[in-house]
């Protein structure tokens, strides 16, 4: 069964930084894009950063500059770095996969979510 673990969530108050980490198992690594969306309260989720297999990635406007995704094909897992936090990035954070290309809409897999709150 696949799983995605998300953990590296917390609070933080705004200008500073925070690394989530999403770790898959019983996944077939290298048939996926590796993605990081967001939901705050009363809002739609989002997506705020795919990265490829081989390293192309994206980034939703709000979070370039600040954000930066990676990945380790060798121990399943990929990573957000948040840098320059601001309290508009509160939100809960989730891993997902989607099969093969990063411009599918809708990932076949999801993580639980871990919350990141920025206080001002």
């Known amino acids: 069964q696949v799983q995605l673990v998300e953990s590296g969530g917390g609070s933080v108050q705004a200008g500073g930084s925070l690394r989530l980490s999403c770790a898959a198992s019983?996944?077939?690594?290298?048939?996926?894009?590796m993605t990081w969306y967001r939901q705050a309260p009363e809002k739609e989720r989002e997506e705020v950063a795919s990265?490829?297999?081989?390293?192309?990635?994206t980034y939703a406007d709000s979070v370039k500059g600040r954000f930066t995704i990676s990945r380790d094909n060798i121990r399943n897992t990929h990573y957000l770095q948040m840098n320059s936090l601001k309290p508009e990035d509160t939100a809960k954070y989730y891993c997902?996969?989607?099969?093969?290309?990063?411009?599918?809409?809708?990932?076949?897999?999801w993580g639980q979510g871990t919350q990141v709150t920025v206080s001002s």
């Open positions: 019983e996944l077939t690594y290298s048939s996926y894009c």
């Open positions: 997902a996969a989607k099969l093969r290309y990063c411009s599918r809409e809708r990932p076949a897999y």
């Open positions: 990265i490829a297999y081989y390293g192309a990635t």
